[in-house]
């Protein structure tokens, strides 16, 4: 009768194989678990632009239906997170300003540091949570995300979203006021001049109206900017237009961005359905066909767009 002398075992053939099957399965899962983990990111992004959407819709119901300014102070993150429990202060600054020095009002996070918590259960415990809601899940952010031209005025948060500088809608306001019935054609003037200087005359200082909003669930009041821009308005007639310069209408899956709508609701659309046929920044006809204005092939778009290097706002 033969007995066995020693256990059996696997030879290097079987141990090799199974390694193989291994690492075929890791490399089957990894790309469906980074897709559920963007997935889960984008549905993240999606609720914060619900959340400030809403938030632009209780400043404009205490406003007399008018959004925030579209300049000046506060900005637009200060003024909405004051509803949402974020403790504000207004403090004196001094600038200069056509070569003379004047001290006006201004605002600002009452907290110096994400981690701050006054000690007594007050607002500035709140304050993480809410500052938090401007920043993607997918944005990795950069060197210059959140820089604001006066950062002692207000602190160098991180930003992902821009808000609808509603350039179209103030400028036909302005110039219709001022008896120019042909305010489009003065508005693409502007832009193929990049007269940043009379675009600032026609927006400066005012607010967009609830009210004159024509396709509030088509109209978008934020979006997904580059981690790199410093801006926080989406300007269509600043320079070449900030739907190509800063607009990141590729942040998820590196296929679409998410936008929040005057209605309230939040769609993910892909690029570059966001800007043509019909321009989702635009708050009047022209403003809707405005990238239609000046590209004549959707493919002049490019395949990547990417921030450039100007100064805004």
Known sequence: MRTRTGSAGFTLIELLLVVAIIALLIGLLLPALGQAREVARSISCK?????????LDVYATDHDEEYTPTWGRPRWAVGLLAYADVRVERFRVTETVEGQTVERDSFRFAFNDENDDDGEGGATATVPSAVRMLLCPSDPGGPDHGKDFEPEIEPNRKRSYVINGFNDELARRTLTGEGNPDWEAEVESIISARNNQEFRRLVRYRSARRTSMRWLSDTAVFGEKYSSSSHEYLDLIENVGNDFSELNRRRHADQYSNYAMADASVRSIRDPLALTPTNVWGATGWGRQSVLNF???????????????EDGR
């Not at 590209?295 to 767009?305: I, M, Q, S, T």
């Open 295 to 309: 590209v004549e092939d959707v493919d002049d778009l490019g395949d990547e767009n990417s921030p450039e290097e």
């Open 47 to 55: 609720s914060q632009l619900r959340q400030l959407s809403m938030l």
